[in-house]
Every structure is written in structure tokens, then in C-alpha cells.
């Protein structure tokens, strides 16, 4: 495989100037991209200066990193036409969907943010249960759940008659469940009559992430592979743990059975 520059570039940190601070930088590899490491503004000028070259990368749906456009010094200013995701603190995230309608959006939403977040998603087989309880005391024992930040539902046509998701979102909002309660995203898929409508339908998504959205708690977005807007959005939700604290709800019953097939 050819390289692409001698060093790639994934995301990058702006100062409280909006002037760049730093980038994550990794090592172009040919065959594979090395791991990124956070380097500060001056060492990319220096790099330059030693006829070093570089280039923006994305990560896709599939999970591999595609070459975006080279970044150029020119005038002592460092310029590129692609937009790149923040430096940020990984969220926890938890993904909760329906496995059997929805398992190739999980799989695209991980891929695209697997360098932007921490899954802690549960895998199938991971958990074997019916009881609500026991599913829930579950995913905190074998941590996926326990210090989760950002819980994100996949909304698709049957994801709020699906109990599992129902415990998920619960668990979540439910302090005796790890060490805080997580924000909430919701994400409306392509495979819902809302999707690309500007509309977020109460009763056509889980009722528990419904009373949540009502009062401002929980955000809903449709779903996107725009990984500066899915940055954007999971932000958000991790912002909401603080700033609308007591707009949590979680008073509901558990849902005891699956209300659709």
C-alpha cells in the first residue's frame, strides 16, 4: 500500500482563541495507520520544516480509515479543507437497540466512533436473562453499564416495544446502577417514519426515553455516519448529566414482556 504523507491527522484541539492548539497525530504505517498521539502545534510546524508531509484521515461505516486532504503550511498558517473531530475525553458510551432489526446500525455507529468513545455495549451472548433484575445487576457486574456516561438508543421501527431496551434506559437513569446516572441520546434510524422529518414522535419511541425527551433530558437527533455531528451530539447528552440534572425521569414501570414481535 502507498502512504498517504508521513503522518496522518484525526481530530484536533482549538484554544480558548480558536487558534489551533494541538492535533492527533499518527504515523503512516502503509499498510495500517499507527496509533495516535496528541502533538502540539510547533512540532507539526517543525515536521514540516524537515520536508515531513501530512494528510487528514476519517474513519467510515466499515471501521477503516479513509485519506482525506493534505494539510499545508503556508505563510507560517497551518490550512486544511477537511473538518476533524475535537480532542476530547472519550465518553462511556452504552449503544441500546434492537439486536434483531438494528444490529448493522450498531455496528456502523461503533465503527464510525470507535476512536471517539469507549463502548460499553453489550455483545450477543454476552448476557443470557429475561428477568429485569438480573439483566441490569448484570451489566453493572461485568461493567457495562456501572460507570456508562452516555447511553445511545437506536430508534427503529420496534425499538420501543423491545423490554430489554426498556431495562437499558432504566438502568441507566437509576443511581444505584453505577457510579452516576448517564445522559441520553436517542438517535432515529433511516428505517423510521421519522427519520429526516424534524419530527421526534413520543409514542414511536421507547416511552421511558419519551418522558425523558419531554422534559429536556434526553436529546433526539436522527441518526448520522457525521462523526463531528455524532461528537457533537454525545457531548450534549454527557453535558445534560449536570446541567439538567433534575429533568431525569425514571419513574416508570418496568416493561415485563416484548409488546410487538
Not at 520536508?51 to 503550511?73: E, H, M, Q, V
Not at 441520546?185 to 421519522?194: K, S
Not at 414522535?201 to 421507547?206: A, R
Request: charged share 25%; with cysteine; proline share 2%.
Amino acid at each position: 500500500m502507498v502512504k498517504w504523507a508521513t503522518f496522518l491527522i484525526s481530530k484536533v484541539k482549538w484554544n480558548n482563541k480558536n487558534r489551533i492548539e494541538s492535533f492527533y497525530v499518527h504515523e503512516d504505517l502503509g499498510d495500517t495507520v499507527g496509533i495516535g498521539v496528541e502533538r502540539d502545534r510547533n512540532w507539526v510546524v517543525q515536521q514540516f520544516q524537515y520536508s515531513r508531509t501530512f494528510c487528514c484521515i476519517r474513519k467510515a461505516k466499515d471501521g477503516k480509515w479513509y485519506r482525506g486532504n493534505p494539510i499545508r503550511l503556508e505563510n507560517g498558517n497551518l490550512k486544511w479543507n477537511d473538518k476533524l473531530p475535537l480532542i476530547l475525553t472519550k465518553r462511556k458510551t452504552f449503544i441500546s437497540y434492537y439486536h434483531f432489526d438494528d444490529q448493522n446500525y450498531k455496528n456502523e455507529l461503533k465503527n464510525i466512533a470507535s476512536d471517539l468513545i469507549v463502548s460499553k455495549s453489550v455483545e450477543t451472548g454476552d448476557i443470557n436473562t429475561d428477568i429485569s433484575t438480573n439483566y441490569i445487576k448484570q451489566l453493572v457486574q461485568k461493567g457495562f453499564l456501572y460507570d456508562t456516561t452516555v447511553l445511545i438508543v437506536l430508534i427503529g421501527n420496534k425499538t420501543k416495544c423491545r423490554k430489554h431496551v426498556d431495562w437499558e434506559i432504566s438502568g441507566a437513569l437509576n443511581r444505584k446502577v453505577g457510579d452516576n446516572y448517564a445522559g441520553l441520546l436517542g438517535l432515529i434510524l433511516p428505517n423510521h417514519p421519522d427519520y429526516g422529518t424534524t419530527k421526534a414522535t413520543y409514542d414511536l419511541m421507547p416511552a421511558r426515553l419519551a418522558d425523558n425527551f419531554k422534559t429536556g433530558y434526553a436529546i433526539i437527533r436522527d441518526y448520522t455516519t457525521d462523526r463531528i455531528k455524532l461528537q457533537n451530539y454525545i457531548e450534549e447528552a454527557f453535558n445534560n448529566r449536570t446541567t439538567k440534572f433534575n429533568e431525569r425521569v425514571n419513574s416508570r414501570l418496568q416493561m415485563q414482556r416484548n409488546t410487538c414481535n
